[in-house]
């Protein structure tokens, strides 16, 4: 069970901001802070069923370079432990448990085209990367601890989002 100073997150929000987790408790109206042990920042974030959270891409803060590597926090007391790379480097890509798979999908990555002074994640403005879309789904396979490209995708362009729709709606053309 994740713990944030001996207190569970099932009754609580969490907000991750880079490296630092803000715990809200409703009961108490209270917050506490918690720093997260690591170097990746703009990873994406998300409470698994078990209780655990887990870290998906990001930006090394050393090398400015996205990241494949993905890591489960289940106290903030321990060190996080990795798992499987991600096929694809991401930068902050919408994540969805379904069915005990995680899938990955969007995000930014850097293509091999130059540089514009715009750009913002490596200070050379002469032959550096530049951020683009990955336009592509992964998802995770516990079991194989493995990440795997899902086959033939959709395009995908800046802010899309991965939804999971659990049960069949009907919505008459009056309601929203």
């Known amino acids: 069970m994740f ?6 997150i099932f009754d609580r929000v969490n907000i991750v901001d880079q490296l630092s987790l803000y715990s809200y ?5 209270t917050w506490t802070k918690s720093q997260i042990q690591g170097d990746t920042v703009s990873s994406s974030w998300i409470s698994l069923k078990d209780g655990r959270i887990l870290q998906v891409g990001g930006v090394n803060e050393k090398t400015d370079i996205p990241s494949r590597s993905c890591a489960l926090f289940s106290s903030l007391d321990e060190e996080p432990c990795a798992i499987g790379d991600l096929v694809r480097r991401r930068v902050q890509p919408s994540l969805a448990e379904f069915k005990g798979l995680v899938f990955a999908a969007g995000g930014l990555t850097q293509s091999k085209k130059r540089k514009t002074d715009s750009d913002a994640w490596d200070s050379d403005l002469y032959g550096g990367q530049a951020e683009v879309v990955e336009a592509s789904v992964e998802f995770y396979v516990p079991e194989v601890d493995c990440w795997n490209l899902l086959p033939s995708q959709p395009k995908v ?5 991965l939804s999971l729709v659990r049960r069949s709606a009907r919505l008459n053309s009056d309601e929203c």
């Open 157 to 161: 362009t800046p802010g899309a989002q």
């Open 25 to 29: 408790h409703p009961p108490s109206n």
């Open 3 to 8: 713990a944030v100073e001996n207190r569970t």
